[in-house]
């Protein structure tokens, strides 16, 4: 007996313990380790965070490795450079207003990297809060800013060429923006992505396109920003870059 406490009565104690506790056991002496390594306590631990691989368990199973393989927190992944940068793209994009062409030009990604330089006053703080945010985002000013009357369909293709390989993808194709957001002065259009044939089982990610506005009375908007992201599954530099590196080039 060491410490003071028979062994008996750690092993009626041990079977009560939630894992973690009973791995802080381990560390106190000898006796409670050898004690601890049991795999009856672990069992009991196993028990009740997965009942039913305790029912009928595999062969020669031990429940002390599988409790501290499989109970370890997930540790965050970091994504190694992408291989793709923003200077090796150009977006083009072209929009209409009731099939008349408003806005029509090729975009590095190095201008929508750096964002919009000058936001009017008379923002929402919802769209405020949205341009001071620490995700990356790809936005621009609209240089001269368009009024667009309010109701009629305005719609968007986005293409994109990437110089280090000499090919072009799809992003958006004639979207419409159908979704007002009135607090945030966002107009929105999307599309879902075209993946590569090497990528299948990715699917089911967006490509947003924004209007950034103003109302200029009850009847028109004044278009100042456009923006492109990919917040579905993309928020970071490295992230959006692997995921455009995975679209379907042609």
Known sequence: M??????????????????????????????????????????????????SICNEPPSDTNFQKLYLTFSKPRKTMHLPVPKLTFEDLVFYIDMWHEGSLIFSQAVSACI???????APGGIPDILVAHLNTTDCTLMMEVKPKLTVPMGPVITVSVLAHRKDSDKMTCI???????????????ALAY???????????ISDIRAWMSLLFLYRGTDSIEVF????????????ESEILWLLDMLDWK
């Open 225 to 236: 920003g456009i923006e492109l992201d990919f917040c579905d599954a993309a928020r970071s």
């Open 112 to 118: 929508l990297r750096a964002g919009l330089q000058n």
């Open 2 to 51: 060491e410490n003071g406490i028979p062994g008996e009565v750690l092993k009626a104690v041990f079977p009560l313990l939630d894992g973690k506790d009973l791995v802080f056991c381990m560390l106190v002496c000898h006796q409670w380790c050898e004690i601890a390594k049991d795999d009856y306590f672990w069992k009991c631990i196993c028990s009740r965070k997965w009942p």
């Open 172 to 186: 958006i194709t004639e979207s419409t923006f159908d979704y007002i957001d009135s607090n945030a002065a966002r």
């Open 191 to 201: 599309e879902y992505l075209r993946f590569s044939p090497r990528h299948p089982f």
